[in-house]
């Protein structure tokens, strides 16, 4: 037993354990079962090129090492992202915590009321601060919720702009760089032309239907929009605002000057820079909008007592139900993110943030009052945290980056300063002394701040926010620790249980692959500093991107793509960009089989291309001739086919290779969907099976943890013609010599995270990520014969094997008067988080246990769907009250006097003698999704709730 090898801490079963699996299974050896599984003609012929691996404590000092590169300089540069006091007993309890960061979204809402209530607790901040009527439970980065802005803004135009095509966008010159970029990025497809100039002489012409403004501007003036907002209503342009949120404790907010969206950060909420994410964007409109939102909603229903519960709401209105229909494509969320956030505006209420704001507003007024002092310009009128000031500014930089400072330069004369949470008297008095030597003169030391306001008093905030109860009543850390703890319990994450969710790949989140994220070197790092200072970074991201290359085959990796959903985006407009390079604008066909996940529809909407869907056989596999023949009739037109190995049904076809050739034959690309790549790792990849580009999910394949929905990061590989147009992004360069506009905010996207699988790649090798994937189709197949039986698995490959996932049929339980959603709820009684419910095909359960689980684990869960098989088994059409109609079962259920049901308490909680040991009991009961759509309400009581009539 080597014990400090990775793999045997990360790969689940034991080596004694594998003859009893293998028997199960029906196979002689680990090798014979997975030639069973993966067609020969694209199996790997030799091993990774990776380097060795490195044991967890080899990977602890370099990791160490290779942070130490990063220069710790005190960054005012801004532009969106500002340093932030992480308090200690959120990072501790949350950030660090696996009981939240190892949950995933929450579609078992009776599971998951923890993190719902921390998530609602984040859109009632939103909500509240910035004036507006509903908000989401967050988005990906500013830039993509200003995209989204646009695009709903787009979507909900009047009947007659739809009919003349109105399609002007008004983008003020305000806007932040990297936003602009992804506008640029998201508009031409979907057919919007963008129109950038200066607000204060922008015409409000019939032309437009909607505009985006930035609160306070890119380098920190604060304008009053009102008067701007209300001539553009008064002519149908509806209005968002990108705005800085802390800033909203101080200023009007935009929702009050009329708004139609409210957008922006909550980076500065208590989360680390992490060199440009992962941080939770917000996203706030008026209720009419409602159904145009993207992203997520919790609200707040009943459930089957009529007790308070929550869930996600409206989920009609995600892509993977409107799929081409969609006007996003967003999936992954950053839950865990908008939890802390969320909880920051908790442990501070509504006057420690007054309190942050007027702080940061103070010590910028001084330090603009001291260098004017010193005969500098200083040019912003009206500001909150940041100022401008004219200098020569070559000059000033040597001085700064000696004094490790960093500013922002905007040109030869003219600098930008940006203060933060973080900011001290002693860092002005650092910041001036820079000057004052650039300047050759002699700075004062100051000792006090300035409390007079710069900015109209018209702008100066006068509503009340976050006046809840659990806003003001968890203000010292243990009351906060145990109202954390509170809600942690009520959630079922990783480390209770398996989460055996299809198509979500819930493996292990190893402690050595998290640790570094908490270390100051990495977590605290600009994303526009210069990249000398962040030579850690760049060599870790360098070598993930190559590492993610030689896995999947491919010549060029871009990180930046900070979800899965965005790395489909990226995918498509990258080839989208590669065939009008040789004139073929016209390709705008995407061929998507109808098993695809709802995100590849959307995806290929948003990137301005028209869906066919080709036909799915009867045994789950493409139907390689109806996928002939469309490819053949579109062949002038064609881009691309979308297609997801291993299949969304979890089988390897074996006409991959045929499949990939009709599209090339017919002049298109193949883009193949990285959802099931935890499958083919070190076994095969999507170059060998003649794939053109594949996003990955490292939240599922390399080990990024799910965080209750976010975060995520969906990076892209591509074969070498498309190299060249991987994204850019405006203020750091990167990408390909014709690289197309920003994909995400950030250069490297959510950059933090990525250590998590430049980790997990590093200490598992080679040899590591091989035996891993063979694990996963090893612990699936055992489940699938396990099962064998008691349930039917609706397809498999030719010779009868799963690939790491399955599906089972549940729909003939409709006869004993059970459906699929009966056995997910009652699962929670035996201490486990429901399988994928109905997706891909509705009325069945698709299991994916991943590599990470044992076989004691494994057992419990067939035992516990064995179990629920016998008493579906036991029950009729016409009994409703019976043990799986009324599950889950709570504890308040089972320790009310009365017990009006026709089993006993002990077959309801504990039907299993494993059970006792470790039970988790849901807090409520099944939640009533119609009552919550009808009733919708999206943020916490108002304060008039809690007081007693």
């Not at 921390?118 to 993509?144: C, H, K, P, R």
Request: net charge negative; hydrophobic share 40%.
């Amino acid at each position: 037993m080597k014990t400090d090898a990775f793999a045997l801490r990360h790969i689940g079963p034991r080596e004694n354990d594998l003859q009893s699996m293998l028997k199960t299974i029906g196979a002689a050896t680990l090798d014979q079962l997975i030639s069973e599984t993966i067609p020969d003609d694209i199996r790997l012929k030799t091993p990774l090129n990776l380097d060795p691996a490195m044991t967890e404590y080899e990977y602890s000092n370099h990791i160490q090492k290779l942070g130490n590169k990063n220069k710790m300089f005190q960054s005012y540069i801004g532009l969106g992202y500002n340093q932030a006091i992480v308090p200690a007993v959120i990072q501790r309890n949350i950030f660090e915590n696996t009981g939240w960061y190892t949950a995933y979204t929450p579609y078992q809402a009776e599971i998951a009321q923890g993190r719902l209530e921390a998530i609602l607790n984040f859109q009632t901040t939103v909500i509240e601060l910035t004036g507006m009527e509903i908000a989401n439970a967050s988005l990906l980065d500013e830039g993509t919720a200003a995209a989204e802005a646009m695009a709903l803004l787009f979507d909900v135009r009047s009947r007659d702009q739809k009919k003349n095509n109105i399609n002007k966008f008004f983008v003020s010159e305000e806007i932040l760089p990297q936003t602009l970029s992804i506008l640029q990025t998201r508009s031409a497809p979907i057919g919007v032309e963008l129109v950038i100039g200066d607000h204060e002489t922008f015409d409000f012409s019939t032309e437009f239907f909607g505009a985006i403004l930035q609160y306070p501007g890119k380098f920190g003036q604060v304008y009053d929009y009102a008067d701007f907002i209300a001539k553009a209503a008064a002519n149908e342009i509806k209005v968002a605002v990108a705005a800085d949120i802390l800033s909203l404790a101080k200023l009007t907010p935009p929702g009050e000057m009329g708004a139609a969206v409210v957008l922006g950060t909550t980076q500065r909420f208590g989360i680390p820079l992490g060199y440009g994410g992962p941080h939770a964007a917000y996203f706030a409109t008026k209720d009419e909008y409602k159904r145009s939102m993207p992203g997520r909603i919790i609200g707040v229903t009943v459930d089957t007592d009529g007790n308070r519960a929550l869930r996600m709401a409206l989920q009609t209105r995600e892509q993977h139900i409107k799929r081409d229909k969609a006007t996003s494509n967003i999936c992954t969320a950053q839950v865990l993110l908008s939890v802390m956030a969320g909880m920051y505006a908790v442990y501070h209420g509504p006057n420690g943030l007054k309190y942050i704001a007027n702080k940061i507003h103070s010590l910028t007024a001084t330090l603009a009052n001291e260098l004017e002092k010193l005969g500098l310009q200083q040019t912003n009128s009206a500001f909150f945290d940041t100022i401008v000031l004219k200098a020569d500014t070559k000059k000033l930089k040597a001085i700064a980056e000696k004094n490790e400072v960093n500013f922002y330069y905007i040109d030869e004369k003219t600098v930008s300063i940006s203060l933060n949470e973080t900011t001290s008297i002693a860092d002005l008095n650092k910041i001036l002394s820079i000057f004052a030597s650039a300047n050759n003169t002699q700075a004062t030391t100051i000792e006090v701040l300035t409390e007079t306001n710069h900015f109209p008093s018209n702008l100066e905030r006068t509503s009340t926010f976050l006046q809840h109860e659990v806003f003001n009543k968890y203000h010292s850390e243990s009351a906060l620790m145990r109202y954390i703890k509170m809600l942690e319990r009520k959630d079922l994450s990783l480390n209770h249980s398996m989460i055996s969710l299809g198509s979500c790949t819930m493996k292990l989140n190893a402690a050595s692959e998290m640790l570094p994220l908490s270390n100051a070197n990495w977590n605290n790092i600009h994303p526009f500093a210069p990249l000398d200072q962040a030579q850690g970074y760049q060599e870790m991201l360098q070598k993930l991107e190559q590492q993610l290359s030689i896995i999947t085959g491919f010549a060029g990796t871009t990180l930046q793509p900070n979800s899965g959903a965005q790395g489909e985006y990226a995918g498509l407009m990258v080839i989208r960009a590669y065939h009008q390079s040789r004139g073929d604008h016209h390709r705008n066909i995407a061929l998507i089989p109808s098993s695809a996940h709802g995100t590849n529809p959307a995806s290929a909407a948003m990137a301005g291309m028209k869906v066919i869907v080709t036909k799915t056989l009867e045994n789950g596999n493409i139907d390689v001739e109806d996928l002939r023949q469309k490819a053949i009739e579109h062949k002038d037109d064609l881009s691309c086919l979308m297609v997801t190995y291993p299949s969304t049904h979890g089988v390897f076809e074996s006409a991959i290779k045929e499949i990939t050739q009709i599209i090339h034959d017919n002049g298109g690309q193949v883009y193949m969907d990285g959802a099931n790549m935890n499958a083919q790792v070190g076994l095969t990849n999507p170059a060998t099976i003649g794939a053109d580009v594949c996003h990955l999910n490292l939240h599922k394949t390399f080990a990024i943890p799910h965080g209750g929905g976010g975060p995520g990061v969906g990076p892209i590989c591509v074969a070498e013609q498309l190299v060249p147009f991987l994204p850019t992004n405006p203020i750091v360069k990167t990408g390909g010599s014709t690289a197309i506009t920003a994909i995400s905010a950030a250069p490297w996207g959510s950059a933090l995270v990525c250590l998590i699988s430049y980790g997990y790649i590093s200490m598992l090798g080679a040899e590591g990520l091989k035996s891993s994937t063979e694990h996963a189709i090893l612990n699936a197949n055992y489940i699938k014969e396990k099962l064998n039986g008691h349930y039917d698995t609706l397809y498999s490959g030719e010779k009868g094997r799963a690939a790491h996932e399955m599906i089972l049929e549940c729909r003939p339980f409709k006869q004993k008067g059970i459906e699929v959603t009966d056995i997910a709820k009652r699962l929670m009684d035996y201490g486990f988080h429901a399988p994928t419910v109905s997706f891909p095909v509705a009325g069945t359960l698709m299991i994916e246990p991943t590599e990470s689980e044992n076989l004691e684990e494994l057992d419990r869960f067939c035992d516990a769907m064995i179990s629920i098989r016998k008493e579906i088994e036991a029950s009729t059409i016409e009994d409703k009250n019976n043990v799986l109609k009324n599950s889950p079962h709570t504890l308040a259920m089972l320790t009310t006097d009365v017990w009006n049901f026709p089993y006993t308490r002990e077959q309801a909680a504990f039907p299993l003698d494993y059970i006792a040991e470790n039970k988790f009991w849901p807090t409520v009961r099944r939640a009533d999704e119609a009552y919550g759509d009808r009733n919708l309400v999206c943020s916490c009581a108002p304060i008039e709730a809690y007081m007693e009539d």
